[in-house]
């Protein structure tokens, strides 16, 4: 027995290893850069001249929170997770429902096409939807002006425009996520409560606020959380989409810039880590407990 153990723990001690390296080692390390000074310059080599590595407690924590740029992205990171969570969650609740509607025809066809952006580069929807957006060739602004509309918006160097923007690339690049834990949800409803509440008289609305909804709440509550964590980690679309535009607005990307921008603060970007994850792992605690997901993976 003790030499299968042994064995055992031989074969898995590589795996384990690699674990700790390639993923808890840089956790440990930026938290510690976080109380650091460490910036271009001294990080992760001395230069002459360079401010000496040390040790500044809580300041850039203190720096970050007293910054108004820090502020303004904390505000519209969340402010960007209610909006998008909630098209998001529209939109697969009603996809979904069209998709399991006895009326839809060729549903196979329908469910290849409406995941397709699961199965395209990111780098590459966005690109295409910038062209859409874009304020002179974009096909978006032509339909507007060819509706009549003489002043369009200018969807790449406005904030609010951009951002509006942003929710629709961010619905289109989702919710086959949400679709497909929403489909699978639908499914576990018998069909003998619907029958019985059409046998009540209740309408198509009716059956899927007091029958349907009911049901599905645990998946649909999951596939929310879930959602709503990427939308507060956003990051990549922005970036390519107009990353100096969104400087301010996103969490990440404003972390991102206090690492690699005109006057790099790996301290500083660091800090800006720690806090949205500690901030994502307190809204992910609470939501979890709220919605209990966690007596369902008990049960």
């Known amino acids: 027995m003790k030499?299968?153990?042994?064995?055992?723990?031989?074969?898995?001690?590589?795996?384990?290893?690699?674990?700790?390296?390639?993923?808890?080692w840089p956790?440990?390390?930026?938290i510690y850069l976080a109380f650091t000074n460490a910036q271009l310059g001294n990080f992760p080599v001395q230069?002459?001249?360079?401010?000496?590595?040390?040790?500044v407690g809580l300041e850039n924590f203190r720096w970050i929170l007293s910054d108004e740029k820090f502020r303004s992205a904390f505000v519209w990171t969340w402010l960007f997770v209610l909006t998008s969570v909630t098209l998001k969650a529209l939109a697969g609740i009603f996809l979904s429902l069209l998709y399991n509607s006895r009326y839809v025809k060729g549903k196979n066809i329908y469910r290849s096409l409406l995941i397709i952006p699961w199965a395209l580069p990111l780098l590459f929807s966005v690109t295409v939807w910038k062209f859409m957006f874009d304020p002179i060739f974009g096909p978006v602004n032509q339909v507007l002006k060819s509706l009549g509309i003489h002043t369009l918006p200018n969807w790449i160097?406005?904030?609010?425009?951009?951002?509006?923007?942003?929710?629709?690339?961010?619905?289109?690049?989702?919710?086959?996520?949400?679709m497909t834990v929403i489909t699978a949800a639908l499914q576990s409803v018998p069909d003998t409560l619907v029958e019985a509440a059409i046998i009540d008289g209740a309408n198509y609305w009716q059956r899927i606020r007091h029958v349907v909804l009911p049901i599905i709440g645990k998946p649909v509550a999951f596939a929310t959380i879930l959602t709503s964590a990427?939308?507060?980690?956003?990051?990549?679309?922005p970036y390519i989409y107009n990353s100096s535009l969104f400087e301010d607005r996103f969490l990440l990307l404003y972390g991102f810039r206090k690492a690699f921008g005109a006057t790099p603060h790996y301290g500083r970007a660091a800090a800006v880590m720690v806090i949205a994850t500690t901030v994502l792992a307190v809204y992910m605690y609470v939501n979890v407990r709220i919605t209990r997901l966690q007596e369902g993976a008990r049960g």
């Not at 956790?27 to 930026?30: D, H, Q, R, T």
């Not at 230069?47 to 040790?55: M, S, Y």
């Not at 929710?167 to 949400?178: D, G, K, T």
């Open 3 to 24: 030499k299968t153990t042994t064995i055992a723990l031989f074969l898995i001690l590589p795996g384990i290893a690699a674990f700790l390296f390639f993923n808890l």
């Open 27 to 30: 956790i440990v390390y930026s």
């Open 47 to 55: 230069a002459p001249q360079a401010p000496k590595l040390t040790f």
């Open 157 to 178: 160097n406005d904030p609010v425009w951009g951002f509006v923007a942003l929710n629709v690339i961010e619905v289109w690049l989702a919710y086959p996520f949400m």
């Open 230 to 237: 990427s939308s507060f980690q956003y990051f990549m679309v």
